[in-house]
């Protein structure tokens, strides 16, 4: 089942002979439940594309349908549920609120939402990432490690349709790295979450079901790793 459809896709900066082709006419479609890396050369397009995708930047021409939305015939307001809902973005610094706990931190796109949290998912996740006994604690409080568990709880609790990650271990010594990977690969699989990550590590990459390499704005190679 389809769950994301992106059509010839394209993001420009800047005017006349200062402009600068993000990406040019990019297409593509995800399955739910899939695991798709994104690799390429810096200034490749590869960021601007997660943020088209996540909703956080416009694209110049081209559409994006989410979970059969489409994403860009929104207005402001539908565009900021939709972020809140149907997105989880994990970023390479975390991005954390540090004068938040751990528990506020992971609730916050429910909080923002102005839902209830589901108790039960918060412990579940909790416990999954290894948090407990850290719920009270400050992001100062925390390890590197611990801080990027925290966005990848934040991120899910919102139970959304795509997590997006931009180079969510880069910041991360080797074994925190694969760490953070297996968290996100058993999210993958127990929750069927559909996961998008940018990375520059190959043998991460080769983890994933599938790898887009992207050069130059456009994507070069399309390759299913395993079904």
């Known amino acids: 089942m389809e769950i994301l ?58 559409k994006v349908f989410m979970d059969g939305c489409d994403v860009y015939a929104q207005n402001d307001e539908q565009l900021a549920i939709f972020r809140r809902r149907q997105v989880g973005l994990i970023y390479q610094f975390y991005n954390l ?3 938040l706990t751990v528990t506020e931190n992971i609730t916050l796109p429910v909080l923002m939402d102005g839902r209830k949290v589901n108790e039960k998912r918060l412990r579940e996740l ?13 992001p100062n409080e925390l ?3 611990q801080q990027q568990r925290v966005s990848i709880g934040r991120a899910l609790m919102n139970a959304p ?5 931009d180079e969510p271990t880069g910041n991360l010594d080797s074994q925190n790295r694969q760490e953070i990977i297996e968290l996100l690969k058993t999210s993958n699989q127990k929750y069927r ?24 704005g456009r ?3 399309d390759e299913v790793i395993r079904p």
């Not at 909790?126 to 400050?138: C, K, P, Q, Y």
């Not at 940018?198 to 130059?216: C, F, G, K, M, P």
Request: glycine share 12%; aromatic share 2%.
């Open 193 to 216: 979450q559909t996961l998008i990550m940018i990375t520059h590590d190959e043998s991460i990459a080769l983890q994933a079901n599938r790898i887009l390499s992207i050069e130059d």
């Open 161 to 165: 349709a795509v997590v997006l990650a």
């Open 97 to 99: 609120i540090p004068v």
């Open 5 to 62: 459809r992106v059509e010839n896709l394209c993001k420009t900066y800047g005017k006349g002979e200062n402009q600068v082709k993000a990406l040019d006419h990019v297409s593509f479609t995800v399955e739910k439940g899939e695991f798709v890396a994104i690799i390429g050369p810096s200034g490749s397009g590869k960021s601007t594309l997660l943020h088209i995708l996540g909703g956080v930047d416009k694209p110049t021409s081209g």
């Open 143 to 145: 390890s590197g490690g």
């Open 219 to 221: 994507i070069t190679k």
């Open 126 to 138: 909790i416990e999954v990432l290894a948090l407990t006994g850290r719920e009270n604690h400050l």
